[in-house]
């Protein structure tokens, strides 16, 4: 069993700047990478990006790329989210997720879910 627990959530301005945090505990292996998916209201769930445990590799989607980083700290069995130049369209609430197997982009691949953090972008 994984449990997921996320930080790092609130309200910010267009062009702002927030940082999730997401910790693990629980078994999690080096070769798995953690997620990050955010669902607006109303849209389905959209991948944002992932990390693998023990290693740089990183995945981001389109849409984040560029404004989005991932990274992780195994010390502390965490991953953040840091999210610069943020637009009223990331507005949702982003969640993170255990992945051990098949395609990273898919969330039905993911076998562990946080409970969600809101992240709103004021226009």
């Known amino acids: 069993q994984v449990q997921l627990v996320e930080s790092g959530g609130g309200t910010v301005q267009t062009g702002g700047s927030l940082r999730l945090s997401c910790t693990a505990s629980?078994?999690?292996?080096?070769?798995?990478?953690m997620g990050w998916f955010r669902q607006a209201p109303g849209k389905e769930r959209e991948f944002v990006g992932a990390?693998?445990?023990?290693?740089?590799?990183?995945y981001y989607s389109d849409s984040v790329k560029g404004r989005f980083t991932i990274s992780r700290d195994n010390a502390k069995n965490t991953v953040y989210l840091q999210m610069n130049s943020l637009k009223p369209e990331d507005t949702a609430v982003y969640y993170c997720?255990?992945?051990?197997?098949?395609?990273?982009?898919?969330?039905?691949?993911?076998?562990?879910w946080g409970q969600g953090t809101q992240v709103t972008v004021s226009s």
């Open positions: 997720s255990q992945h051990y197997s098949g395609s990273v982009y898919d969330d039905s691949t993911y076998d562990y």
């Open positions: 629980g078994r999690i292996f080096g070769y798995s990478f």
């Open positions: 990390i693998r445990w023990n290693d740089y590799t990183t």
